[in-house]
T-cell receptor, first 113, second 112 residues
Framework: DQQVKQNSPSLSVQEGRISILNCDYT??????FLWYKKYPAEGPTFLIS?????DKNEDGRFTVFLNKSAKHLSLHIVPSQPGDSAVYFC????????????FGSGTQLTVLP | NAGVTQTPKFQVLKTGQSMTLQCAQD?????MSWYRQDPGMGLRLIHY???????DQGEVPNGYNVSRSTTEDFPLRLLSAAPSQTSVYFC???????????FGSGTRLTVV
């Protein structure tokens, strides 16, 4: 049973518009959430994170929103650029000492010029 | 400024062969992990370590062994390779287990 779900395998957006990537989770023990970006033939790179005590975190063009009651988070990219085209993984960390990432299946974002 | 280094980048094994995937980090990170990435399944945790001498199993540990004799190195051993172990393997490290992990560039393994 997947504890972190990304239900959209792919998303296409026009350059300059907003990209919204969604993620749902089921485990109430998760208290920290992260987004990773991955280009082909490279390892994932950390993008942005949010603690469960917050509902929004912003870093430049990237904003992550957390809705704890719905167990839902989203990543907004504004404005989208062609270089943003990559696979985006949502990940979660549980509270406690063995803090290991649980990943979603990823969303392929394509930003069209 | 190496970060997390994985070797080899590519490997082809025959069923039943054994091999070790190497992972080294130069950031003095306590937390290290191995993941495998398969199409449509994201990254799944194989084994992890919270410090030298301490390892534990992740979600998909069967067929793999790890050890952590130093802070820097965290090798992953395939005992008897099977076609189901064809995947891309990523090693990652973190200083706190909270902030973003740093990933290596991956090892693409094919078992025939």
């Amino acid at each position: 049973d997947q504890q972190v779900k990304q239900n959209s395998p792919s998303l296409s957006v026009q350059e300059g518009r907003i990209s919204i990537l969604n993620c749902d989770y089921t485990n109430s023990m998760f208290d920290y959430f992260l987004w990773y970006k991955k280009y082909p033939a490279e390892g994932p790179t950390f993008l942005i994170s949010i603690s469960s005590i917050k509902d929004k975190n912003e870093d430049g063009r990237f904003t992550v929103f957390l809705n704890k009651s719905a167990k839902h988070l989203s990543l907004h990219i504004v404005p989208s650029q062609p270089g943003d085209s990559a696979v985006y993984f949502c990940a979660a960390l549980p509270s406690g000492s063995a803090r290991q990432l649980t990943f979603g299946s990823g969303t392929q974002l394509t930003v069209l010029p | 400024n190496a970060g997390v280094t994985q070797t080899p980048k590519f490997q082809v094994l025959k069923t039943g062969q054994s091999m070790t995937l190497q992972c080294a980090q130069d950031m003095n990170h306590e937390y290290m992990s191995w993941y495998r990435q398969d199409p449509g399944m994201g990254l799944r945790l194989i084994h992890y370590s919270v410090g030298a001498g301490i390892t534990d199993q992740g979600e998909v540990p069967n067929g793999y062994n790890v050890s952590r004799s130093t802070t820097e190195d965290f090798p992953l051993r395939l005992l008897s390779a099977a076609p189901s172990q064809t995947s891309v393997y990523f090693c990652a490290s973190s200083s706190t287990g909270v902030r973003g992990y740093t990933f290596g560039s991956g090892t693409r393994l094919t078992v025939v």
